[in-house]
């Protein structure tokens, strides 16, 4: 069977741990060239020869901070440099500042959310532009949350950032369209990540009674989503936000 990326070169930010990782392996095991960046460059490195020696597609690692747009624009240029071209963007790095009350937010906790988030999405998606434009269009996947779309407790800097990023997906969505660019965003739910196991059980257990299927979801599920997303089977999806949360966005 053909895979679904075949050819394609991306880039998976945070792609090291957690989500990031889920959704490096799914773009490399349907054959797309993956750059991997995280602020642990050791371990991007590490994944990327697993990815290599499961699935026999190219894979790098590289350390960079998304809040840092020289780091930005050396991990685009050295995606391009390394494998000829970009197709792909996943700008799934992202920030959890402490979990305190909007009042108790610092101003230094909202800045740093809003650089790696809104602030490194930003930088990665004008860097990929030209390059994207060259290959005759491509595909950006950017990170919302469930937190944002119900307004979680203590996560208020998380969560004015994750709604930016739902804005500045759709005004791409919109411009680069004509250049058959298609900009998209995710938004899980709770996923059973290392975040999500520090998470105290007691107050696990009711985020769990407020998810329909009954269950965290996994990794893997995300990275689907990404898959397609970014295949030929999403072709006609751009400017959307999907949801994958177990219908934990309807109480």
Known sequence: MNKLLEGKVAIVTGGAKGLGYGISRALASEGASVLISGRDGATAQAVAAEIERDFGSKAIGLAGDMGVKEDVLSMVQAAVDSFGGLDILVNNASLLSAGVLLEDKTDEMLRRTLEIGVWGNWWAMQAAFPHMKKRGGGSVINFSSIDAQTGA???????????????????????????????????????????????????????????????????????????????????????????????????
Do not use: C
């Open 153 to 251: 407790w203590l996560h208020s800097d998380y969560n004015i950032n994750k709604l930016g990023i739902e804005g500045l997906t759709r005004s791409a969505a919109v411009e680069w369209g004509r250049f058959n660019i298609r900009v998209n965003a995710i938004a899980p739910g709770y996923i059973d990540t290392d975040m999500v196991a520090a998470v105290p059980a007691p107050v696990l257990e009711k985020i769990v009674a407020k998810i329909h299927v009954g269950r965290l979801g996994m990794a893997e599920e995300i990275a689907r989503g990404v898959a397609f997303l970014t295949s030929e089977n999403g072709g006609f999806m751009t400017g959307s936000t999907m949801s994958i949360n177990g219908g934990q966005h309807m109480y």
